[in-house]
T-cell receptor, first 112, second 113 residues
Framework: LAKTTQPISMDSYEGQEVNITCSHN???????ITWYQQFPSQGPRFIIQ???TKVTNEVASLFIPADRKSSTLSLPRVSLSDTAVYYC?????????????FGDGTTLTVKP | GAVVSQHPSRVICKSGTSVKIECRSL??????MFWYRQFPKQSLMLMAT?????????EQGVEKDKFLINHASLTLSTLTVTSAHPEDSSFYIC?????????FGSGTRLTVV
């Protein structure tokens, strides 16, 4: 299982763009990169997933360089409600996702 | 989208009793589910992998006789904390495996008094 490393915490202000980077040097060829958001006392919630280059959805963008040893989650114009813990997971998904371990995550605090 | 329902959301039990937590996939079949435990200010720790119709696979250090997992159908996995002690108090989360990722339950806050 690929180990992931993220900054422990980040601070931002409302309206700013936030970029959270995750290192996964041992990523395997068939591994996807998925980011989750977790609020206190709730289960993680899917944000975005990608394999290479750039993926964008209605809430975030995911940038993955050619070597795939890192990825960056970009949250445009954050609000107070984006204060949460963000986790990146790396796993091989074929017919079904196998087990994956969580890293420490990044606690994002958005200030007014 | 895919939904995983976890019940109860919170439970308080007396020391020495057993507690069952249910995890259901509502609109899809989940042959594999995972159980996690999360202590305050910490990340999720994988406890076991639950496979439909077979025995669960436990992570190192997790007592299989204390944390009983049953995955009798393609939509239901249960975790039973037996002879609970105060140190078992934690936030328990299940997830269901799908193609290209996981869907998580909302978690169960267990307090043992």
């Amino acid at each position: 299982l690929a180990k992931t490393t993220q900054p422990i915490s980040m601070d931002s202000y409302e309206g700013q763009e936030v970029n959270i980077t995750c290192s996964h040097n041992n990523i395997a060829t068939n591994d996807y990169i998925t980011w989750y958001q977790q609020f206190p006392s709730q289960g993680p919630r899917f944000i975005i997933q990608g394999y290479k280059t750039k993926v964008t959805n209605e809430v975030a963008s995911l940038f993955i360089p050619a070597d795939r040893k890192s990825s960056t989650l970009s949250l445009p114009r954050v609000s107070l409600s984006d204060t949460a813990v963000y986790y990146c997971l790396v796993g091989g998904y074929n017919t079904n996702a196998g087990k994956s371990t969580f890293g420490d995550g990044t606690t994002l605090t958005v200030k007014p | 989208g895919a939904v995983v329902s976890q019940h109860p959301s919170r439970v308080i039990c007396k020391s020495g009793t057993s507690v069952k937590i249910e995890c259901r996939s509502l609109d899809f079949q989940a042959t594999t589910m995972f159980w996690y435990r999360q202590f305050p200010k910490q990340s999720l720790m994988l406890m076991a992998t639950s496979n439909e119709g077979s025995k669960a696979t436990y992570e190192q250090g997790v007592e299989k006789d204390k944390f009983l997992i049953n995955h009798a159908s393609l939509t239901l996995s249960t975790l039973t904390v037996t002879s609970a002690h105060p140190e078992d108090s934690s936030f328990y989360i299940c997830s269901a495996s799908q193609q290209y990722g996981y869907t998580f339950g909302s978690g169960t806050r267990l307090t043992v008094v």
